[in-house]
Each structure stands twice: as C-alpha cells, then as structure tokens.
C-alpha cells in the first residue's frame, strides 16, 4: 500500500516527497547497506540507543524492509522469527527529513502483509518505545503487559492481531 503523500489539504505542512517510495524487501548489497546505515543514523547517532551499531544475531535471517525515494533508502523495518509460529517487527525507522509522511505507518502495514501472507506466522509482535505505542494503536496493534526498559528506554510489548489468529 502506498502512503498518500499528496493528498493532504493546501495548509498541510508535510514534507512532499518528489516521488512516491517504493517499499522493497532490501536484496542487493548495495541496498542492505543503506539499510543498515539508516538504522545505525537513527538507532546509534539520533537516539543513542546502541554505542557503535545496532546490528545483531537476528539480522542473519530478518527479513529487511526498505522504503526508497528517488533511488534513496529513506525508511526501514526488519521482521524475524523468534519462536516456531512467533515473529517479531522492529528497527522501525524514517530518516528526519521523510517523518510525519505517512512513511512509518506505511512500512508497519508492508510489514503486517508480510507476516498475514506467510503460513508459517501465528503471532506478530514488536517491542515498541513507549512514545510510539498510540503511533502502533492507531495503526490497531494493541499493547499487551506493562513498560519495562531496554536500551536504557522504556518500551512495550505490542502484538498485531493477524486474521488466522482472529479465526
Ligand atoms: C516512529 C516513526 C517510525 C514514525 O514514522 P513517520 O513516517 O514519521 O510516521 P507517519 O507519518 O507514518 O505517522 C502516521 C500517523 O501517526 C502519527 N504519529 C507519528 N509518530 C507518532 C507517535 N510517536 N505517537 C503518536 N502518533 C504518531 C503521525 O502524526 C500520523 O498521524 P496522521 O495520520 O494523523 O497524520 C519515526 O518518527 C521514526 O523513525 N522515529 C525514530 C525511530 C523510532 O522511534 N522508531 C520506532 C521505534 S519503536
């Protein structure tokens, strides 16, 4: 789905984009390194979350989402399995200068098809900052526990409810 970057009334102050962003799952290397280089700009440099790099042992087999503008990686979100059946979201990111684009959103909903197409996910959650949670909520994840810290930030535990686990 693509996010409706020009549709807004003439007093909209959003940032317009020249083009509309294509969301690709990142394959080549040249695009998995702007991946992990939007990433390191929010998650180290912007929000200072991790020291040096932001990478893990999850990135071996994640799934890499990219949002591209004009050739450039300008949004990111990664989906990996942790348990048989449970897959989580995260390293939601938008550059600075794409944010309140509707690019977010429409990177959590790329995210949520990917997960609502494989046959292989029961569950789909995210950990998610507490700043973002009414962000998640309007996009209708639903919060589940209570805050607790990670990264020296309070986060939430936050679940997608996928159609087979409605049914
Ligand atoms: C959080 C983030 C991904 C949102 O991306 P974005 O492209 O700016 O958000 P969108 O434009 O898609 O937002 C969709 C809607 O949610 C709103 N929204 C955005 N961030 C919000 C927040 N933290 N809380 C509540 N609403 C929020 C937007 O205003 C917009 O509302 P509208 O439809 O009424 O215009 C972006 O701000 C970001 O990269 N932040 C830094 C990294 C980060 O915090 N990642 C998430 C970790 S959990």
Redesign the pocket.
């Known amino acids: 789905m693509q996010p409706h970057l020009h549709a807004s009334a003439e007093t909209d102050v959003r940032p317009r984009p020249a083009a509309h962003p294509v969301l690709t799952v990142a394959e080549t290397p040249a695009e998995l390194a702007a991946y992990h280089q939007l990433r390191r700009e ?1 998650f180290v440099e912007e ?1 200072r979350l991790f020291e040096a790099d932001d990478s893990d042992l999850r990135d071996h087999d994640a799934i890499p989402i990219i949002a591209t503008v004009d050739g450039r990686v300008v949004g990111v979100v990664r989906c990996y399995r942790k348990w048989k059946g449970v897959w989580f979201g995260g390293r ?3 550059s600075r200068d ?9 990177l959590v909903r790329r995210a949520v098809e990917l997960m609502e197409a494989r046959p292989d996910v029961r569950r789909f959650f995210a950990t ?2 507490v ?2 949670v ?2 998640f909520e ?1 996009l209708d994840w639903l919060a589940r526990g209570r805050p607790f810290p990670l990264a020296g930030c309070a986060h939430r535990l936050m679940e997608y409810p996928l159609r087979r686990a409605r049914s």
């Open positions: 929010v929000q939601l990111a938008v794409h944010r309140t684009g509707l690019l977010g959103a429409s998610v900052q700043q973002n009414r962000f309007r």
